[in-house]
């Protein structure tokens, strides 16, 4: 039979270990939540009244709390002149900072995470694109294969671009973003304009570029029709 001083220490170790038991699950949680930046997100969207706007951010003010938001051109124009707005929401949570990023609509939020995602590609190197390209021709470009599309973007690499399309393709099928597969162009045609252009010396990657645009608009063009409107714009 234990002595009441062991009895003691028998109780006072097993509550100890009860106590340790839960840090430690405490400790996993915050670690978890700390670098898995998806796993908790605590705003869908915030409304609120504009306090503060430039290019890049906002300043939402929300029953007298001020929420910093990161945003996309595309989303800065959108607001306009509005004095009051909803912004779809994404968190980032880091070791040494919490960021809140805003998309004027849900479609934007969305392709916003299926870009980081993609190995490589993290949060500002998002934003960035979809100051960039607009929702539909970001997604027309990955449901197409434009990697020349992706890889425009300053600062966006041609591995980072292929990237990209390769991991989003299937996905972007299984979601409602607007997407429009191209017919392909007819090489033929493109090549006898790209010939007849570079001849009237214009250079050969922007005649490139510019009939690339072209064929995505009028994919049934003839080559009299590509000179003509190649011409307009280069």
Do not use: W
């Not at 503060?52 to 002149?81: H, M, R």
């Not at 070791?95 to 479609?107: Q, V």
């Not at 299926?114 to 929702?135: E, H, P």
């Amino acid at each position: 039979m234990l002595s009441p001083c062991k009895s003691m220490e028998s109780v006072f170790v097993f509550y100890l270990l009860q106590i340790s038991e839960r840090f430690v699950s405490l400790l996993d949680f915050f670690v978890l939540l700390q670098f898995n930046p998806n796993c908790a997100q605590m705003y869908a969207y915030i409304t609120g009244k504009i306090a503060e706007k430039s290019p890049t951010f906002v300043v939402l003010d929300n029953q007298g709390i001020g929420y910093y938001i990161n945003i996309t051109l595309n989303t800065f124009t959108a607001i306009g002149e509005k004095e009051e707005v909803r912004l779809f929401t994404h968190e980032q949570i880091l070791e040494d900072a919490h960021n809140l990023f805003g998309f004027y609509s849900a479609k934007e939020r969305d392709l916003f995470e299926l870009l980081i995602s993609v190995s490589g590609v993290g949060c500002n190197t998002a934003r960035l694109i979809l100051s960039s390209l607009t929702v539909s021709e970001l997604s027309n470009a990955i449901a197409n294969d434009d990697v020349k599309t992706i890889q425009a973007v300053k600062g966006i690499g041609a591995k980072t671009a292929q990237r990209i399309v390769i991991d989003l393709k299937d996905k972007l099928k299984k979601t409602d973003l607007p997407t429009e597969i191209f017919a392909a162009p007819n090489n033929t045609i493109k090549t006898e304009a790209l010939s007849a252009l570079t001849i009237l010396g214009f250079s050969k990657t922007a005649v490139d570029k510019a009939l690339d645009k072209l064929l995505k608009q009028m994919p049934e063009a003839t080559v009299e029709t590509l000179i003509k409107e190649a011409l307009k714009i280069l």
